[in-house]
């Protein structure tokens, strides 16, 4: 297993620390009774430092959404721990657990169906509050129109649904929600990949300062590697379920040890070779 | 959007103004649906007319009395038939308003001795027009409250069947086949056969209607739980449960409110399907019992040949439900486009 790299914050703690992790799925086969397991990733070891940016990398059903969920606690890994701040998820009893949610959130690809559209932008931004029973109505709102804010929302679309929103803002809308409990850790599952391009950039220069604003660690997940090289320290290369390769951003550009990953940085090289070729 | 909202709005419209109608059943109704009048037995559909015998022209239109009606129009030469002028806003027999208030104001009459039976009159002389629109009040009541009693039996277990999976999953879908594979009606006898024959005539009623809607709770439940499966898939209840949120929090806020479109479409197509159920059960004498009237009340009549050949006015409250179901099928179809134009 490749040990990362430990360069840089070698003396804080990290934030996120995931051994051996591994999620198996049961399959049934079709007019049969017996079921079998089908591996969407596994032994799967990572290191989140506060502040710092991980990207993970690989082709469509590498496994790294299902990775996303299990970090987000959304799905029970089938074997492996994780650690939040030095706790260790899987020895925590349902109320520790309830109350460790606020550390980690999910943003996903697709904003239009991870908001409910019946509800309005104030709704969904302070429902994180709602569930967690945290202030009064009054409150919730208010700090729901302060999220708003953050994320460049104008606060008097506070009742406005998702669909009268454009695909850029309903991703700043998921966004302020992930915000809403304090997270430390906030997990972009291809969050920018439904986007275009002048959004993506938006979008990720909105992030880089909620990063520097909150001191906020993000694991990126993402098919694009030239996307997340502008914006992360390391990046995670997975195929089949694998970590094969795993540095930081310059040293994977710099020095790709593993097949897959050069054949990434040539098909990324190749895009932006004929895109100079045009401009020229 | 716009023009589903257009095409829903004709049968609400029909079926709002209906419903008020039979709310203010009292008002619209000439008479009371229990008076008897022995002297006019099965009388025909009262003719109104404009023109008198001598050939003047009335702008109030009016009916002919008693004992001359009939035979007015053939033997003109008869100087005793006298025109009983149609009046708006008639004193009457009183009637309760919403159970509460009692009034005695009727939208339209004649002067005794003449009587104004617009569908005709029964074997006891009472009108048919009246006591279809107090019928309607029960046999309504009946399909709603049934209609609500099975979509909420509906919700709860498709709602849990489809959320929670599993052996539950299994367990409930497999028993509401049960349920579906009930011949119903003849529960239905034997549920009245095990009620005491002296009860009121009421919680009969309630009684059967209540059975009904809870045998009837498995084709709405199939119907949630498809819904509920793909609900619960969406994103956004996982990023509530993310949040930490409850099951019983994931399903009021984001799993059931998907549903309810499809639940007002089931509704509406339920409410006819057990208003017929009403009506057969009455019509075998299981329903609502005399004086009360009901849809099932009254065509119960057509069971005896002689009404059956004789007297085709006795058909005119089936005639009517046509055009009602109609309406509901209309506006359960309108929901259904409505509901399908609503993206998610």
Redesign the interface.
């Known amino acids: 297993m490749n040990p990362g790299p430990r360069s840089n914050g070698s003396q804080l703690e990290p934030l996120l620390r995931v051994s051996g992790l591994g999620k198996q799925y049961l399959q049934r086969r079709p007019f049969s009774h017996t079921k079998i397991a089908v591996d969407a990733f596994q032994d799967v070891s990572l290191t989140i430092f506060p502040g710092k940016t991980l990207a993970v990398v690989g082709e469509s059903g590498a496994g790294k959404s299902s990775l996303a969920r299990c970090i987000a606690l959304l799905e029970p890994a089938t074997n492996g721990t994780v650690e939040l701040a030095g706790t260790n998820l899987a020895a925590l009893s349902g109320k520790e657990l309830f109350s460790m949610r606020r550390e980690v959130q999910l943003i996903f690809q697709d904003p239009s169906s991870a908001l409910n559209p019946r509800l309005t932008a104030c709704e969904i931004i302070a429902e994180p509050l709602l569930i967690q029973g945290e202030g009064t109505k009054s409150q919730r709102r208010a700090r729901a129109l302060q999220l708003m804010e953050q994320v460049g929302l104008d606060p008097a679309w506070e009742r406005k649904r998702p669909l009268e929103f454009s695909g850029g803002q309903r991703q700043r809308v998921a966004i302020a929600r992930a915000l809403a409990l304090g997270p430390h850790l906030l997990i972009l599952d291809e969050a920018l990949a439904n986007l275009d391009a002048a959004n993506q950039t938006l979008i990720l220069k909105l992030l880089a300062e909620l990063q520097a604003a909150h001191s906020l660690s993000f694991l990126h997940i993402s098919h694009d590697l030239r996307l997340v090289s502008e914006f992360a320290d390391e990046v995670a290369v997975m195929r089949l379920g694998r970590i094969v390769e795993w540095k930081s951003t310059r040293n994977l550009f710099a020095s790709p040890e593993h097949s897959y990953t050069r054949e990434l940085l040539a098909s990324v090289r190749s895009v932006q070779s004929i895109l100079l070729e045009r401009s020229a | 959007m716009l023009t589903q909202r257009r095409k829903l709005a004709w049968p609400v419209v029909a079926l709002a103004a209906f419903c008020c109608v039979v709310l203010f059943a009292g008002f619209f109704a000439p008479y009371d649906f229990a008076t008897q009048d022995r002297d006019t037995p099965f009388a025909p559909p009262t003719a109104i007319h404009f023109v008198d015998a001598g050939g003047t022209f009335h702008i109030r239109p009016f009916v002919y009395g008693p004992g001359d009606s009939g035979q007015s129009a053939e033997s003109s030469a008869q100087g005793s038939d006298q025109p009983y002028p149609l009046r708006w806003f008639v004193l009457g027999a009183p009637y309760k308003i919403a159970c509460v208030f009692t009034s005695r104001a009727h939208l339209f009459g004649v002067a005794r001795p003449a009587r104004i039976f617009l569908m005709g009159s029964d074997g006891y002389g009472r009108d048919q027009l009246s006591r279809f629109l107090y019928g309607s009040q029960i046999s309504l009541l009946a399909g709603l409250i049934a209609a609500i009693l099975s979509v909420a039996i509906g919700i709860l277990a498709g709602g849990i069947a489809g959320y929670y999976g599993g052996w539950i999953d299994e367990l409930l879908m497999r028993g509401g086949e049960l349920f579906l594979a009930l011949p119903w009606l003849y529960l239905l006898f034997a549920v009245r056969a095990a009620l005491p024959l002296h009860i009121s005539q009421w919680q009969v009623f309630l009684l059967l209607i209540s059975v009904m809607g809870l045998i009837g709770w498995a084709r709405p439940a199939r119907l949630i739980r498809g819904v509920v499966l793909s609900a619960k898939e969406?994103?956004?209840v996982?990023?509530?449960?993310?949040?930490?949120?409850s099951d019983a929090?994931l399903l009021r806020?984001?799993v059931l409110?998907q549903t309810y479109a499809v639940l007002l479409t089931q509704i509406t197509l339920l409410i006819p399907q057990y208003v017929l159920a009403e009506v057969t059960l009455t019509f075998l004498g299981l329903g609502v019992g005399e004086p009360m009237p009901s849809w099932g009340a009254l065509l119960s009549s057509l069971q005896q040949y002689s009404v059956l050949s004789s007297y085709w006015w006795m058909f005119l409250p089936a005639l009517l439900l046509i055009p009602l179901f109609v309406v509901f099928y209309a506006a359960a179809d309108a929901l259904q486009e409505l509901h399908k134009s609503v993206?998610?």
Do not use: M, T
């Open positions: 969406r994103n956004f996982l990023a509530a449960r993310g949040f930490g949120a929090y806020r984001h409110p993206p998610l």
